[in-house]
């Protein structure tokens, strides 16, 4: 038994450096009177809207990625190094939402635009939005539309 503790602070410190699960809030789509309940990794500074879900292999059934920008105006989103196929939902400043790239193609570079000023945009698994039936005009509820919260930068 003593001669193994003599790794047990490189295994702490290993443990200790592991990165930490992404931290996830409540988002709500409100579609046809019924709420939609995600929870959502936020991406509001310039690094992590430009990675984004890159490299990532599945994302488990409820959760998603909200994306956060200081201000509303047209937007493209690619899946460069996108493993996963999405449904891209384009959100005005007032929580609307205003267009969906749906069942988007994984490494794809095209870019899939917003036909809008959007001012976030949320990726769900792809096909996702037809299931709950997520349609242009519905509604998402999150801190961001309501005015809380730090903005983006």
Not at 25 to 40: I, K, R, Y
Not at 128 to 142: E, Q, Y
Request: charged content about 20%; hydrophobic content about 40%; aromatic content about 8%.
């Amino acid at each position: 038994m003593i001669k193994h503790a003599k790794w047990l602070p490189l295994f702490l410190l290993l443990a200790a450096c592991q990165p930490k699960p992404p931290e996830r809030e409540a988002l709500q789509v409100l579609s046809a009177g019924t709420s939609h309940a995600f929870q959502v990794e936020i991406a509001d500074d310039e690094q992590e809207r430009e990675t984004g879900l890159m490299n990532r292999d599945n994302l488990p059934t409820g959760q998603g990625m909200l994306f956060l920008f200081p201000d509303a105006r047209e937007r493209a989103f690619w899946m460069k190094n996108t493993h996963i196929p999405l449904d891209i939902i384009y959100i005005s400043k007032s929580g609307e939402v205003i267009s969906i790239q749906k069942n988007t193609m994984p490494m794809n570079e095209t870019p899939l635009h917003s036909f809008g000023p959007a001012a976030a945009v949320l990726e769900i698994n792809g096909g996702k939005a037809d299931v709950l039936g997520i349609k242009p005009g519905d509604r998402i509820t999150h801190r961001f539309f309501e005015g809380k919260g730090p903005m983006p930068q």
